[in-house]
């Protein structure tokens, strides 16, 4: 479906509020060009007409009360037709923003590995709002420019059928105008909507690396790379400033200069005739309808540039909105017992490349499984296919014998919870943090979860407990803080399945101790994965898989993998051995 379709579609949702605002801009249009009409009266009937007893001011000031009140008429329903129409357009982006931001809830994670999210961001808010540009101003003006040039061409005709026959002369210059503008500007506002979204890309990548890039003092070449995209952004845009500069106004005024040649020609030869005879009422009406003509002309030519910004944003948003994503399910299962397995799994982010080979491992209810490996060994990979974040290329995973491919993403997800490495935390509050603003965890659960994981001795210095407001990504909080949330999150929602990926990397000692205190009693009746670099806290697991390069390399517990003295045992060796040597320093 073409994207001009697409629009439109959108637009009927909201017909009813379109159909009166058009009704009531018919009336005003009508009321307004029936001025010219009342002035030809006034001016053929009493005055030019007046006879030698002078004239009757009676009857013209009926005239001007009536120019008068059409003139109100006019006023008052102009400002319900905008009204009308400003509401229509605020609620088809409303509608078009939502779709949007639903859509993307359900593409794959594996789309937001390959595109920014600054370009993201750019085509829910910068391009949707070229969008409502085109419902609020674009639509608009052609609409009202539209009706008037309809309702002067009409009165013109009435006036004299052929003088109206040749002032439509300026419609097919209008048309072949539009398609020649189109054709080289659709090219040049492609490049500039692409540079918008490179330029709000890497602001967005400067802003969340701001630290490192200070760090390093590459400010200048980042403001370098900047002010290169932003220059070709101000070339092409003078591109098509050259283009309007040159056509819009100077466009117009040919045209109406072309009109007016015409106009003078036709009643200057009339004039002259024996056999007709030209009013001066006749003449006024005629040079006034003339003169509006051209105020729409000039609205619909001034607003070619905007009508293909907004074409080219509505073909960037409805690109994002035809990828292919699933539908959020609400589907409801019993909680999991919590077996789970992968039968001969293999895994590519890319074709061929399989940072997964051949994988086959099963976690009994209530088991501990710990992922151990060096980095890019495939341990959170393996997690990645648990959450159905990323699909298996061959092989089949199950959960209590139920293959997870033939089940909804979000009914895989809904029992199991993960603790990342690097916790994300959204601007609120600690409480709506925790709960996740989700009606089913009580302000009570919440402060019940962070007790359980020790939350009280971290949390205690702060002046407001769980509703201590939180910035985006938590910065005010240090990194143990952030983790309990993290993991009061995780617990909160009484998941059967627990991933902790890479949980006590990021903290102390002691916060590292209170979670692992926590989770002797936490891991009772879940089945638990652990992904971890320190060795020291993954002793107690039940069972230790060593990956290395997308194979399982070694499996047993901690003292049967030491007892081997294989990898894990030189890994273990080499930590505490650096562990040693950093606590005799």
Not at 26 to 42: E, N, Q, S, T, Y
Not at 102 to 124: C, M, S, W
Not at 188 to 212: F, L, Q
Not at 486 to 511: G, K
Request: charged share 25%; hydrophobic share 45%; aromatic share 10%.
């Amino acid at each position: 479906m073409s994207t001009g379709k697409r629009l439109v579609r959108y637009a009927l949702d909201y017909k009813n509020l379109l159909i009166g605002g058009l009704l009531l801009l018919g009336v005003a249009v009508a009321a307004d060009l029936m001025g010219p009409m009342i002035a030809k009266r006034i001016i053929d009937d009493h005055i030019a007409g007046a006879t030698g007893g002078g004239i009757d001011f009676k009857p013209i000031a009926k005239l001007l009360a009536v120019f008068f009140g059409l003139a109100v008429v006019t006023a008052i329903f102009r400002y319900f037709q905008y009204l009308l129409l400003q509401k229509a357009a605020n609620r088809i982006i409303q509608r078009m923003r939502n779709d949007l931001y639903e859509h993307i809830q359900t593409l794959p994670i594996r789309y937001f590995d390959n595109l920014p999210a600054g370009k993201v961001v750019a085509r829910i808010t910068n391009d949707t709002e070229a969008i409502r540009n085109l419902y609020v101003t674009v639509v608009s003006q052609f609409a009202i420019s539209g009706m008037y040039m309809i309702g002067i061409f009409v009165a013109l005709f009435y006036l004299d059928p052929k003088m109206g026959a040749i002032t439509l002369f300026v419609l097919p210059i209008l048309y072949i105008w539009m398609k020649m503008y189109r054709k080289f500007a659709s090219k040049v506002n492609h490049v500039i909507r692409g540079k918008v979204s490179d330029m709000n890309a890497m602001i967005n990548e400067s802003i969340n690396g701001m630290t490192i890039i200070q760090a390093f003092r590459r400010e200048k070449q980042m403001d370098e790379e900047f002010s290169g995209l932003n220059d070709e952004h101000y070339r092409y845009q003078n591109k098509l400033l050259k283009v309007e500069a040159a056509t819009s106004h100077n466009l117009v005024d040919v045209i109406r200069s072309l009109t007016f040649i015409f106009f003078i020609w036709y009643f200057g030869g009339a004039s002259l005739s024996t056999e007709s005879v030209i009013s001066v009422g006749m003449l006024y009406a005629f040079v006034d309808y003339i003169t509006r003509l051209f105020n729409p002309i000039t609205g619909v030519v001034n607003q070619f540039a905007h009508l293909e910004h907004s074409l080219v944003a509505a073909e960037r948003v409805f690109k994002l909105l035809d990828r292919e994503g699933e539908p959020v399910c609400d589907e409801k299962i019993d909680r999991y017992r919590g077996d789970v397995r992968f039968e001969n799994v293999w895994f590519a982010y890319k074709e061929e490349e399989y940072v997964l080979k051949e994988l086959s491992f099963e976690a009994k209810q209530g088991e501990t499984v710990a992922l151990v490996g060096h980095t890019g060994s495939g341990k959170s990979s393996i997690m990645n296919l648990l959450f159905r974040f990323y699909d298996a290329s061959k092989g089949k995973i199950t959960i209590d014998g139920m293959d997870i491919g033939d089940m909804p993403r979000q009914t895989v997800r809904s029992h199991m919870g993960i603790v990342l490495q690097d916790p994300y935390l959204f601007s609120g509050t600690i409480e709506s943090n925790v709960s996740l603003s989700d009606p089913r965890i009580t302000r009570e659960k919440v402060q019940q979860s962070l007790d359980a994981v020790g939350g009280e001795r971290v949390l205690k210095h702060l002046p407001n407990g769980i509703d201590e407001e939180v910035v985006e990504k938590g910065s005010t909080l240090s990194s143990g803080q952030r983790q309990l949330i993290s993991f009061a999150r995780a617990l909160a929602f009484d998941p059967a399945i627990l991933i902790l990926d890479e949980a006590t990397s990021n903290i102390d000692t002691e916060t590292e101790e209170i979670i692992q205190h926590a989770m002797d009693v936490l891991k009772k009746g879940r089945t638990t994965f652990i992904i971890a670099h320190r060795l020291s806290t993954i002793k107690n697991a039940d069972r230790i898989l060593v990956l290395d390069r997308g194979e399982i390399v070694e499996s047993g517990s901690h003292d049967e993998l030491l007892a081997e003295d294989g990898q894990y045992a030189q890994m273990y060796k080499l930590q505490a051995g650096t562990s040693s040597q950093s606590n005799s320093d």
